[in-house]
């Protein structure tokens, strides 16, 4: 089982909806991430916390705003999203790199769909 | 810049079979780090192993083996003896440590499809 939560696992939303992603690990991690996936395509890194601050915005539009409450939730906030955003939406999280970059380890996704 | 390809974009093979998949890597930096991952249907990424550049020393764990050379800049990954339940999506990753962000950039994947 993975030690990655996310919730909820599948989400339909409309383009004026405003609807959050949920991740929570308890693995002790202080990294944490939201990756994208399209079909068939790679995951591409969305942003990166570390030490509950934000390190990384991968110049994502602001529909998307990242949060992170404390060192084992990562929320993902929505609004006004376009269909193009419809996706496979990953949550990671890892030890922080101080001794070299360490493997993340994912949860099972949310998969969003926007109508 | 740095650049993970993963050139086999579908394997189909028969359960007992070996196969190997392949990574080929670019990166300036003297420092990196090398993954593999298993994204099966149910969307998890599964990590299977992590490798930095320090230690080209191949790893066997059970059915998988890897075969690091940087001398090809490759990083491949042989499953002995397959089974159906190996199905799945199969990244290669990359990181570097110039940047300390943590950030992975994957190669396009490959599809491995294990029949009965």
Same mark, same amino acid.
């Given at each position: 089982?993975?030690?990655?939560?996310?919730?909820?696992?599948?989400?339909?939303?409309?383009?004026?909806?405003?609807?959050?992603?949920?991740?929570?690990?308890?693995?002790?991690?202080?990294?944490?991430?939201?990756?994208?996936?399209?079909?068939?395509?790679?995951?591409? !890194?969305?942003?990166?916390? +570390?030490?509950?601050? =934000?390190?990384?915005?991968?110049? @994502?539009?602001? %529909?998307?705003? /990242? &949060?992170?409450?404390?060192?084992?939730?990562?929320?993902?906030?929505?609004?006004? !999203?376009?269909?193009?955003? +419809?996706?496979?939406? =990953?949550?990671?999280?890892?030890? @922080?790199?101080? %001794?070299?970059? /360490? &493997?993340?380890?994912?949860?099972?996704?949310?998969?969003?769909?926007?109508? | 810049?740095?650049?993970?390809?993963?050139?086999?974009?579908?394997?189909?093979?028969?359960?007992?079979?070996?196969?190997?998949?392949?990574?080929?890597?670019?990166?300036?930096?003297?420092?990196?780090?090398?993954?593999?991952?298993?994204?099966?249907?149910?969307?998890?990424?599964?990590?299977?192993?992590?490798?930095?550049?320090?230690?080209?020393?191949?790893?066997?764990?059970?059915?998988?083996?890897?075969?690091?050379?940087?001398?090809?800049?490759?990083?491949?990954?042989?499953?002995?003896?397959?089974?159906?339940?190996?199905?799945?999506?199969?990244?290669?990753?990359?990181?570097?440590?110039?940047?300390?962000?943590?950030?992975?950039?994957?190669?396009?994947?490959?599809?491995?499809?294990?029949?009965?």
């Amino acid at each position: 089982d993975t030690e990655v939560t996310q919730t909820p696992k599948h989400l339909v939303m409309g383009m004026t909806n405003k609807k959050s992603l949920k991740c929570e690990q308890h693995m002790g991690h202080r990294a944490m991430y939201w990756y994208k996936q399209k079909a068939k395509k790679p995951p591409e !890194l969305m942003f990166v916390y +570390s030490y509950e601050k =934000l390190s990384i915005n991968e110049s @994502v539009p602001s %529909r998307f705003s /990242p &949060e992170c409450p404390n060192s084992s939730l990562l929320n993902l906030h929505l609004h006004a !999203l376009q269909p193009e955003d +419809s996706a496979l939406y =990953l949550c990671a999280s890892s030890q @922080v790199w101080d %001794r070299g970059i /360490p &493997e993340a380890f994912f949860g099972q996704g949310t998969r969003l769909t926007v109508v | 810049a740095q650049k993970v390809t993963q050139a086999q974009t579908e394997i189909s093979v028969v359960e007992k079979e070996d196969v190997t998949l392949d990574c080929v890597y670019e990166t300036r930096d003297t420092t990196y780090y090398l993954f593999w991952y298993k994204q099966p249907p149910s969307g998890e990424l599964v990590f299977l192993i992590r490798r930095n550049s320090f230690d080209e020393q191949n790893e066997i764990s059970g059915r998988y083996s890897w075969n690091f050379q940087k001398s090809t800049s490759s990083f491949n990954f042989t499953i002995t003896a397959s089974q159906v339940v190996d199905s799945a999506v199969y990244f290669c990753a990359l990181a570097d440590d110039s940047g300390n962000t943590g950030k992975l950039i994957f190669g396009q994947g490959t599809t491995l499809q294990v029949k009965p």
